[in-house]
């Protein structure tokens, strides 16, 4: 099972763990959050945009490539989109494994590629006004 989405929403770990496949021995989370500093600069805020349809083509080609290079069972990617403030969550990934080196390594694999190839920009806000694009 592979599920990709990309919204503004949170979504329940509480139900994604409830669905866990019966041939798994291991569930890994990675919840990415807001950072309130980044290089020495307060963020006040945070605001992710995407280029959804070509977003949720590269999620799910990342999500299936993780799901064969570990031999998952299952596994959940979300990206949030909007105004996020330091401490929120912005993104979730959920991986399903018989073992728990699979999961983490498949969660580690997932984020660093969404980070290098999915076009989801984020712009950082300063309590000054200011702004940046990252």
Same mark, same amino acid.
């Given at each position: 099972?592979?599920?990709?989405?990309?919204?503004?929403? =949170?979504?329940?770990?509480?139900?994604? &763990?409830? =669905?866990? !496949?019966?041939?798994?021995?291991?569930?890994? &989370?990675?919840?990415?959050?807001?950072?309130?500093?980044?290089?020495? +600069?307060?963020?006040?805020?945070?605001?992710?945009? #995407?280029?959804?349809?070509?977003?949720?083509?590269?999620?799910?080609?990342?999500?299936?490539?993780?799901?064969?290079?570990?031999?998952?069972?299952?596994?959940?990617?979300?990206?949030? &989109?909007?105004?996020?403030? !330091?401490?929120? !969550?912005?993104?979730?990934?959920?991986?399903?494994? !018989?073992?728990? #080196?699979?999961?983490?390594?498949?969660? =580690?694999?997932?984020?660093?590629?969404? @980070? +290098?190839?999915?076009? &989801?920009? @984020? +712009? *950082?806000?300063?309590? #000054?006004?200011?702004? *940046?694009?990252?």
């Amino acid at each position: 099972m592979i599920h990709v989405s990309i919204g503004k929403r =949170k979504i329940s770990l509480e139900k994604i &763990i409830a =669905k866990s !496949p019966e041939t798994s021995g291991a569930c890994a &989370i990675f919840i990415g959050v807001v950072r309130g500093r980044e290089k020495g +600069k307060t963020v006040s805020t945070l605001e992710y945009t #995407d280029y959804r349809e070509m977003a949720l083509v590269e999620l799910r080609k990342i999500a299936v490539h993780a799901a064969e290079k570990y031999a998952l069972d299952a596994l959940y990617v979300h990206h949030r &989109i909007g105004k996020f403030k !330091p401490g929120e !969550p912005t993104v979730y990934i959920v991986a399903f494994a !018989p073992h728990r #080196d699979a999961a983490f390594d498949a969660c =580690k694999y997932v984020i660093e590629m969404i @980070k +290098k190839t999915v076009p &989801i920009w @984020k +712009k *950082e806000y300063r309590p #000054d006004g200011s702004a *940046e694009w990252k």
